[in-house]
C-alpha cells in the first residue's frame, strides 16, 4: 500500500477496553505500520511484551483513580456518569498533553470513542482519525435501541419505537451535556471552533468508525454514523499463567465434567460482594462442578475449604478456560462476552452496569443466555437459572452455531483491511 504508516492507538479503562486495541496493533504491525499504543501505564509490561511501543496517557489506574470506588457506584447505577467524571473528564488536560506528544508526526490516530482527548488531538493535529467503538451501546440507535443503566425512564420507553427513543436520546444529550463541560472548554482554550455534538454520544470519527465487536450482537444499523461498520471482535491472546497453576487447573478439567465456569471479569470483581459464595452454594445443589476466577479478589471467596469439585484461580486466559465450560456466569462486560461467545457456551450474564445491561440484553435476544439481575443474585436463583440453562437444549445448539459464524468473521483482518484503505484515500 505505498510506504508505510505511523499509527498510534490509544484506550483507556479496563483491560477490556485496552486489550482489542492490542490486538489490532498487532496486526497492523505484522502489516508493516510503526506502531503506537498510548494509553495508561498500566498496561506498559503486556503491551511491550507483545512486542509494540508503549506511549504513556494519564491518568494511570494506579494513581488517584481507584477503579474499586469506582465500582462502589454501580449499585445506584452511576458508574458510567462517575468513570466519565472522575475519569475521562477531570483528566481530559493531562491526556490531551500526553496524548498529543505521542501523536505529533503520526499518519493516523485511532481512538476509543470515549477517548474524549483523543477526539480533541486529531482535531488539533489535523490528521486522519478513526474511532473504535467496543460496545454496540455506544451507536445509540434508535432502530436498535440500547439499555441505559442510568437512565431507566429510556428503557421503559424503548418499545414504543424509533420516534420516542430519538426524542430519549436527545434528552440523555442534554442531561450528560454539563458533566461534559470540561470538553467544551479545553476545546476553547486550544483554540478549537465550538461543536454541538456530544463527545460521549457523537464522538464518531466521520472518516473511519469500526465497531469492534461481532454483527451477531448489533449488525450495522441505519442511524449508525457513516463509515461505520461492525468488523468483528478483536481477540488478544494474554500471557499465561504460570505452567503449575495450569497443570493444577488441567488436572482438576480432567478429572470429571466439565464445570461451569465464573467470572466479574477485570473492573466487577472488586464489587464481588456474595457472587462467589452463592456460585458455590448453586453448584453444589445441583451437583456440578465449577471453576471460580477470581482476579484481585481472594477475599471475596467462599471460607476454605472449598469442595473439592470447586476450582479457584486468580487468573486463567478465557480463551483457554471457556471452551472447556458447560456454561458460562458472567457481568457482561463485552471482553467476557465475546470470548463466551467464541467459545460457543451457554450463558448465565449478572450485569452490573456501565454496557453490561445493554450486552446481557443482546446475548439473551441471540438465544445463547439468560439473565439474573445483582440484587436477585441467590443460591436458589442461580442453581434454578444454571438448569434451565443446561437442560434446554436450544441454548447449547444457539451457542454452537454462534461459536462457528464468529470463526469466520476475521475481526481483526477485517478492521485492518479497512484502516489501510482509508489512510490510501
Known amino acids: 500500500m505505498g510506504k508505510n504508516k505511523r499509527i498510534v492507538l490509544t484506550s483507556h479503562g479496563g483491560a477490556g477496553d485496552v486489550q482489542p486495541f492490542i490486538a489490532l496493533a498487532q496486526r497492523l504491525k505484522s502489516r508493516g505500520h510503526h506502531v503506537i499504543v498510548a494509553t495508561a501505564e498500566t498496561f506498559k509490561s503486556t503491551i511491550e511484551s507483545s512486542g509494540l511501543e508503549f506511549h504513556a496517557v494519564r491518568p494511570?489506574?494506579?494513581?488517584?483513580?481507584?477503579?474499586?470506588?469506582?465500582?462502589?457506584?454501580?449499585?445506584?447505577?452511576?458508574?458510567t456518569s462517575y468513570f466519565v467524571g472522575r475519569v475521562l473528564v477531570s483528566h481530559l488536560k493531562a491526556s490531551y498533553e500526553d496524548l498529543l506528544a505521542g501523536a505529533d508526526g503520526a499518519d493516523l490516530l485511532i481512538t476509543n470513542q470515549s477517548s474524549f482527548a483523543g477526539q480533541l488531538v486529531a482535531e488539533k493535529l489535523k490528521m486522519k482519525w478513526a474511532t473504535c467503538t467496543l460496545q454496540p451501546i455506544l451507536f445509540f440507535s434508535a432502530l436498535d435501541p440500547p439499555?441505559?443503566?442510568?437512565?431507566?425512564?429510556?428503557?421503559?420507553?424503548?418499545?414504543?419505537?424509533?420516534?420516542?427513543?430519538?426524542?430519549?436520546?436527545?434528552?440523555?444529550?442534554?442531561?450528560?451535556?454539563?458533566?461534559?463541560?470540561?470538553?467544551?472548554?479545553?476545546?476553547?482554550?486550544?483554540?478549537?471552533?465550538?461543536?454541538?455534538?456530544?463527545?460521549?454520544?457523537?464522538?464518531?470519527?466521520?472518516?473511519?468508525?469500526?465497531?469492534?465487536?461481532?454483527?451477531?450482537?448489533?449488525?450495522?444499523?441505519?442511524?449508525?454514523?457513516?463509515?461505520?461498520?461492525?468488523?468483528?471482535?478483536?481477540?488478544?491472546?494474554?500471557?499465561?499463567?504460570?505452567?503449575?497453576?495450569?497443570?493444577?487447573?488441567?488436572?482438576?478439567?480432567?478429572?470429571?465434567?466439565?464445570?461451569?465456569v465464573f467470572t466479574l471479569g477485570t473492573t466487577m470483581i472488586e464489587h464481588a460482594g456474595n457472587f462467589f459464595i452463592e456460585s458455590v452454594k448453586a453448584v453444589k445443589a445441583l451437583g456440578l462442578r465449577a471453576v471460580l476466577l477470581f482476579g484481585r479478589a481472594p477475599f471475596a471467596l467462599p471460607s476454605p475449604p472449598l469442595p473439592k469439585s470447586v476450582f479457584a484461580v486468580s487468573y486463567v486466559p478465557y480463551f483457554d478456560i471457556f471452551p472447556k465450560a458447560?456454561?458460562?456466569?458472567?457481568?457482561?462486560?463485552?471482553?467476557?462476552?465475546?470470548?463466551?461467545?467464541?467459545?460457543?457456551?451457554?450463558?448465565?450474564?449478572?450485569?452490573?452496569?456501565?454496557?453490561?445491561?445493554?450486552?446481557?440484553?443482546?446475548?439473551?435476544?441471540?438465544?445463547?443466555?439468560?439473565?439474573?439481575?445483582?440484587?436477585?443474585?441467590?443460591?436458589?436463583?442461580?442453581?434454578e437459572a444454571l438448569a434451565r440453562l443446561l437442560n434446554d437444549p436450544a441454548y447449547s445448539r444457539r451457542a454452537d452455531e454462534l461459536r462457528i459464524r464468529l470463526s469466520k468473521e476475521r475481526g481483526v483482518e477485517t478492521a485492518c483491511d479497512a484502516i489501510e484503505r482509508y489512510l490510501r484515500s
Not at 63 to 77: E, M
Open 60 to 79: 494511570n489506574r494506579k494513581d488517584d483513580v481507584r477503579f474499586a470506588s469506582l465500582t462502589k457506584q454501580s449499585s445506584r447505577d452511576r458508574a
Open 147 to 260: 439499555v441505559i443503566p442510568s437512565f431507566p425512564l429510556f428503557n421503559w420507553l424503548r418499545p414504543l419505537g424509533p420516534s420516542c427513543c430519538r426524542l430519549m436520546l436527545r434528552i440523555v444529550k442534554k442531561i450528560t451535556a454539563p458533566l461534559l463541560a470540561p470538553v467544551t472548554e479545553l476545546r476553547k482554550e486550544i483554540g478549537l471552533p465550538k461543536s454541538a455534538a456530544s463527545p460521549l454520544l457523537e464522538g464518531h470519527s466521520k472518516e473511519l468508525t469500526l465497531g469492534l465487536f461481532s454483527p451477531v450482537l448489533a449488525d450495522r444499523m441505519p442511524d449508525w454514523p457513516s463509515n461505520s461498520l461492525a468488523s468483528g471482535f478483536t481477540f488478544f491472546q494474554g500471557a499465561r499463567p504460570f505452567h503449575g497453576v495450569m497443570q493444577k487447573l488441567n488436572g482438576f478439567l480432567e478429572s470429571g465434567s466439565p464445570p461451569v
Open 326 to 383: 458447560c456454561a458460562i456466569v458472567h457481568q457482561g462486560g463485552i471482553g467476557t462476552t465475546g470470548e463466551a461467545l467464541r467459545a460457543g457456551k451457554p450463558m448465565l450474564v449478572v450485569p452490573y452496569t456501565f454496557d453490561q445491561p445493554d450486552n446481557a440484553m443482546r446475548l439473551v435476544r441471540a438465544g445463547v443466555a439468560r439473565k439474573l439481575s445483582r440484587s436477585k443474585y441467590t443460591a436458589t436463583k442461580v442453581a
